[in-house]
């Protein structure tokens, strides 16, 4: 858990110093973004809630991540949704030859201009559904 807790922090100190964060918001939600992703006709990232996992229950997932042969990890806020911020976790669709022994590099990112112009709404950029 120290890891992902690590990486939340510094996406969130990265956030901070671009610009105030909305309301204090205590809870996070993540989720994998799909590959290949889907769109709505608005444009937003199609994730049904059942995806969405809390910090505790992707910890390990993570951790497996890190230490996976991957060039990357990109971890983007995607804003706010029923009192949590919401954190995609995007990888890359392909593989390097070995792990980095050092783990994978982490990379941050908030939301997008129509979210923050929304309040910090992630709706504005996420559709998520009840369907899984």
Known sequence: MKAL???LQRLFTLL????PLPVPVHEVLLFEVPRPATLDSGGRLLISKDMLR??????????????AP???I???CYGVWK???IVGIELPNYTIERANP???DVNYAGPEKRVKDHGWNASEGLAISDQG
């Open 5 to 7: 807790s690590d990486h």
């Open 16 to 19: 901070e110093g671009l610009e």
């Open 54 to 67: 809390s910090p505790t229950d992707y910890a390990s997932r993570f951790d497996d991540l890190l230490h």
């Open 70 to 72: 991957l060039s990357w």
């Open 74 to 76: 990109h971890m983007v």
């Open 83 to 85: 009192g949590a911020y």
């Open 102 to 104: 050092q783990g994978t």
